[in-house]
């Protein structure tokens, strides 16, 4: 392979960095835990802080805790370029999941740094408040507020299962910051994350140029029935919430292979991740389940067909085991396509350094796809070992990290440099 470019990101560096961030909420298996609004995020959202403020870059926080590192450009009434991701995890989760898109952007800051670069825009590097939604129950949280796609409110008031909410825990970790959370002139948003799937790896492709992300509905779900003695109670009068809950599950599997189970390239998704069981006793028949359930689909329409017509079908499973069910809309994203100029971008700095690429669509959702609802925006993929994500054994190679820096060095600067008519 050919590099075309004597701007060189320091790939040592990075994957360094990476492995120093890693050590906060570290797990025996290799993983981390670094729960959004936790102790370990607010060890993490402090090293980066650091490190943005030893290049002195001006950081600040919004009242959602999302931070923004500022590098001033050549022309500071220029609308910045933005990039970045996050840098919380799931409980059981990766190194790389969103903090490679925080340590690549820093990365990029550090390149620029070290070879004089003045942009003619300014360029800001983001790390946006709770993108997995494991602890409140609500992904991409900060990008959502940010959007204008969420009130600030609502999403404040959001519990995790122990209660708190996450006005509280933004107060605990010091990141309610005093900017309001609301989108300002920005010119555009890179992400650079992992894969996440297995497509890059199988077709031994370097980067991944996305063109957009597939559609998504959340639910919450409860179901009610009535808790009785295991040993006693008989069939006939059994109203086993659990029973009706799993029935469901069974239903959000149907739905998910409706499309076709054979081939990786089969579209339909369909996941019940959070399960709590009460009262969670080995001799009582469950009274009251509750989870959550999430379908997810490149096709809108086929979104909207399900959107239509799931509540029904779980709503029969409940009646037929007399029991009742409540199910709550989340959120729904629409599939949503990227910025074309931007695409562009990372398709070209690609190209220029010569790594094999495929243009693909998303399947998980990101920071990104909400900040494509107000300005251009656009992703880059590496891949990931086996395609695993959202487990401590996720892993990529130094080499990955390193392109795909590179080529969000190049997308970015390209269009921090860009010519405005």
């Known amino acids: 392979m050919t590099v075309r470019t004597n701007q060189r990101i320091d790939g040592t560096r990075l994957w360094d960095s990476l492995m120093e961030i890693a050590k906060i909420g570290a797990t025996p298996k290799g993983g981390v835990k670094r729960l959004t609004l936790s102790e370990e995020d607010r060890q993490g959202r402090l090293l980066f802080q650091s490190w943005c403020e030893a290049l002195g870059l001006k950081v600040r926080v919004d009242s959602m805790g999302n931070m923004f590192a500022r590098r001033e450009g050549r022309d500071p009434t220029r609308p910045p370029v933005l990039m970045g991701s996050h840098l919380d995890s799931q409980p059981t989760g990766g190194k790389f999941d969103g903090a490679l898109g925080v340590i690549a952007g820093l990365e990029v800051m550090r390149t620029l740094h070290d070879l004089n670069i003045v942009t003619e825009a300014p360029i800001e590097l983001v790390n946006w408040t709770d993108e997995e939604g494991c602890r409140f129950g609500r992904a991409m949280m900060g990008s959502a507020v940010w959007s204008g796609l969420e009130r600030e409110e609502s999403m404040k008031a959001r519990r995790d299962e122990d209660g ?7 107060q ?38 996305v063109t957009g992300a597939q559609a998504q509905i959340w639910y919450e779900a409860e179901v009610t029935g009535f808790d009785s003695h295991a040993g006693t109670t008989p069939p006939v009068a059994r109203r086993d919430a659990l029973l009706t809950a799993a029935r469901i599950v069974e239903l959000v599997d149907a739905i998910m292979r409706e499309e076709g189970d054979t081939k990786v390239t089969d579209p339909g998704r369909g996941t019940v991740g959070r399960f709590t069981v009460y009262p969670n006793s080995p001799n009582v028949i469950p009274g009251r389940v509750r989870f959550n359930v999430e379908f997810r689909n490149v096709s809108e329409a086929r979104i909207a067909e399900i959107a239509a017509t799931f509540p029904a079908r779980a709503q029969a499973l409940a009646e037929a085991n007399r029991t009742n069910l409540t199910l709550n809309t989340v959120f ?11 695409v562009a971008l990372v398709e070209q700095a690609a190209a220029k350094l010569g790594y094999p690429a495929r243009r693909m669509v998303s399947g998980a959702g990101h920071d990104a796809v909400h900040t494509a609802s107000c300005i251009p925006t656009a992703m880059i993929f590496t891949p990931c070992k086996d395609g695993l994500s959202h487990n401590e054994a996720e892993s990529i190679a130094p080499d990955e990290a390193e392109a795909g820096a590179q080529v969000l060095f190049e997308a970015v600067l390209a269009r921090a440099n860009r010519a405005i008519k």
Do not use: N, W, Y
């Open 164 to 170: 708190v909410i996450v006005a509280t825990a933004l």
């Open 332 to 342: 729904r994203v629409p599939a949503q396509p990227f910025d074309a100029d931007c």
């Open 172 to 209: 605990e970790i010091g990141f309610a910051g005093p900017e309001p959370c609301a989108s300002f002139p920005a010119d555009a948003m890179f992400e650079l994350h992992i894969e996440q799937g297995p497509l890059l790896e199988a077709g031994g492709e370097k980067i991944g140029i």
